[in-house]
């Protein structure tokens, strides 16, 4: 027989599963891990000399993991417009252009965005069935959302080892190396990782109490009663 069975703290996990999943996937698909110094429109380097430059005619550019956004020339109403795009042909593009250490963060989010959003269908799950091949599927689940948050930790160390190269010495200043982004600040995107980081780490902590609620003396209780939706406080 199936038992649908939902508790403050397995709806609490389910919930925060699907937004941590979330908030990884947003974060890796943004242009807006770095915001570059400041550029007159249309150059390629950094434009140093901006005393007296009328500021409508600045802007900053910002770079992702794998894409870019930048403002083209003057032409009409275009320079109110960010143009953002990848920078990305492939895997076998020199180190350079697409740093390996990105390569390898690039993996590690696409892994552990992919046990994350694992973790949060079998949470969806969890409400109907409590076991996964014979295992607790809170457990499992719990253990895989650990794993991706290493995954993701792994990630935002091996980012900032590519800021040496290129393509952000292009929009950073030429003194930028591996861990020192001169001219540059970090984007929102890279803080929203680090906060989906912590939260799958929160969720896998969550997964016990989840676990535990829905074997409590309550739920037994209301299942001995014959019923097949229990909600538990």
């Not at 042909?89 to 390996?100: A, I, K, V």
């Not at 799950?125 to 409590?130: E, F, K, V, W």
Request: hydrophobic residues 45%.
């Amino acid at each position: 027989m199936c038992y649908v069975i939902i508790t403050c703290w397995s709806l609490l996990w389910t919930l925060l599963s699907i937004a941590t999943f979330m908030l990884v996937v947003t974060s890796v698909m943004s242009p807006n891990w770095l915001i570059g110094a400041p550029q007159k429109i249309g150059l390629e380097s950094i434009y140093d000399n901006i005393t007296g430059v009328d500021p409508d005619q600045m802007f900053k550019p910002t770079v992702g993991m794998f894409n870019r956004c930048t403002r083209l020339h003057r032409f009409e109403l275009i320079d109110t417009r960010d143009t953002c795009a990848t920078f990305v042909t492939g895997y076998g593009m020199p180190d350079s252009e697409f740093p390996n250490t990105w390569k390898a963060a690039l993996f590690f989010f696409c892994i552990g965005a992919i046990m994350l959003l694992f973790a949060t269908v079998t949470s969806v799950i969890s409400i109907c069935n409590r076991s996964l091949c014979g295992k607790s599927i809170f457990t499992v689940s719990g253990l895989i959302q650990s794993i991706a948050g290493l995954l993701c930790i792994l990630g935002l160390i091996l980012y900032p080892a590519g800021w040496g190269s290129e393509v952000v010495t292009k929009y950073c200043g030429a003194q930028a190396d591996p861990f020192y982004m001169d001219r540059c600040s970090l984007g929102w995107a890279f803080y929203l990782c680090i906060t989906g980081t912590v939260m799958s780490f929160f969720c896998a902590f969550l997964s016990v109490k989840a676990d535990e609620s829905t074997s409590s003396y309550k739920v037994e209780e209301e299942v001995l009663e014959g019923k097949n939706l229990i909600c538990v406080v």
